[in-house]
């Protein structure tokens, strides 16, 4: 005696469902991608065709005024300025639990060589890596 069943299994899957999740992940990655912003000092950046994978996990922006004729220091692109000799005591606290202390220098285009060797000084002291950040050509 073979018992039949009045309803059968349907075995297909709608896919609408998962591809209006993947739409909303995608607009909300692009969203926020474009708030992030790891250099918030409006520098002129010097260009260039070589640039480096590395990813440093704290930038040094160095700022001309021109007016003045003065410059300010700005540790992970904050808007409070930082005076010189207080950059290698902060560089010091916010990288000592790294395995492989790196930083960036941002330095706008009029800066001189001086002022961002100075900064280069800090790291060769403290024998961190330095990467110099500029614009792609």
Same mark, same amino acid.
């Given at each position: 005696?073979?018992?039949?069943?009045?309803?059968?299994?349907?075995?297909?899957?709608?896919?609408?469902?998962?591809?209006?999740?993947?739409?909303?992940?995608?607009?909300?990655?692009?969203?926020?991608?474009?708030?992030?912003?790891?250099?918030?000092?409006? *520098? !002129?950046?010097?260009?260039?065709?070589?640039?480096? @994978?590395?990813? $440093?996990?704290?930038? =040094?922006? &160095? #700022?001309?005024?021109?007016?003045?004729?003065?410059?300010?220091?700005?540790?992970?692109?904050?808007?409070?300025?930082?005076?010189?000799?207080?950059?290698?005591?902060?560089?010091?606290? *916010? !990288?000592?639990?790294?395995?492989?202390?790196?930083? @960036?220098?941002? $330095?706008?285009?009029? =800066?001189? &060589? #001086?002022?961002?060797?100075?900064?280069?000084?800090?790291?060769?002291?403290?024998?961190?890596?330095?990467?110099?950040?500029?614009?792609?050509?």
């Amino acid at each position: 005696m073979a018992i039949k069943r009045t309803t059968k299994v349907d075995s297909s899957f709608s896919m609408s469902s998962m591809t209006d999740i993947v739409f909303l992940l995608l607009i909300f990655f692009l969203v926020t991608s474009t708030l992030i912003n790891p250099n918030a000092l409006k *520098l !002129l950046l010097p260009k260039s065709t070589g640039q480096v @994978s590395a990813k $440093a996990t704290v930038s =040094v922006s &160095i #700022k001309h005024w021109q007016k003045e004729n003065n410059f300010s220091y700005h540790i992970n692109g904050d808007e409070t300025p930082v005076r010189f000799n207080q950059i290698e005591d902060e560089l010091i606290d *916010l !990288l000592q639990n790294e395995e492989d202390p790196t930083f @960036s220098i941002y $330095a706008d285009e009029t =800066v001189p &060589i #001086k002022e961002v060797v100075a900064v280069m000084n800090i790291a060769k002291r403290n024998h961190y890596k330095v990467i110099m950040a500029t614009s792609p050509e």
